[in-house]
């Protein structure tokens, strides 16, 4: 595990500098003193890992240790496109969905679940601007149902949303796609259960309405 690598290398170079350290000022040192060094690895590694998984999204260490908004579970999305029907030239409704959060502090997963098409944000990442506002930015892949991929091909995109309200209540911003089409997207009615298809998120949603 790369991470897993960095954390022991900064480890033994601490170790290394306080060893030098100790010489320049002509200290003692006793081999004893290094026979920890494995155990006390272990417990640095598992730390870390349970600090990345779980303990980041404590409460009580937002605001002053931890920055990172949490987003992890599954939104109902509404997206309003500017796409036209090439055939009629007419428009199209607003579009169902629900948006399935994958995070711990150091990933971000986002999957978009709508009843044509499923799609994956690669290169996800929040940033934050110059005025404390947090934002998604991230760059797509949509694989619409076979079914339907005569009228909606494969396609690439990117999208921004900004996270409104801390707890995060609501998502809200706009993508492109490769296709000439933009829209608006609203994500709202965060859900702590994480779904993989649009029908099985549906169901559990109407079943809270």
Not at 40 to 67: E, I, N
Request: aromatic share 12%.
């Amino acid at each position: 595990m790369t991470s897993e690598r960095y954390i022991k290398a900064i480890i033994y170079v601490a170790v290394l500098a306080w060893t030098i350290v100790l010489l320049i000022n002509h200290e003692a040192i006793h081999s004893s003193w290094f026979q920890p060094l494995s155990t006390v690895t272990t417990v640095v590694l598992y730390a870390v890992l349970a600090f990345d998984l779980w303990l980041w999204k404590l409460p009580f260490l937002h605001g002053w240790f931890v920055k990172r908004p949490v987003i992890e579970g599954t939104w109902k999305v509404e997206i309003r496109s500017n796409w036209k029907n090439p055939a009629t030239g007419s428009g199209i409704s607003p579009v169902a969905g629900f948006m399935t959060v994958r995070q711990t502090f150091s990933t971000l997963s986002m999957r978009l679940l709508t009843a044509e098409s499923s799609s994956e944000l690669v290169g996800t990442e929040i940033v934050c601007s110059a005025d404390g506002l947090y934002c998604i930015s991230g760059v797509y892949r949509n694989e619409p149902r076979f079914q339907v991929r005569d009228r909606s091909p494969i396609h690439y995109g990117a999208v921004w949303l900004k996270i409104v309200d801390e707890p995060s209540k609501k998502l809200l911003g706009h993508y492109w796609t490769d296709r000439e089409s933009a829209g608006e997207m609203e994500l709202t009615d965060l859900r702590g259960k994480k779904f993989q298809d649009f029908q099985s998120a549906q169901a559990y949603f109407n079943q809270l309405s």
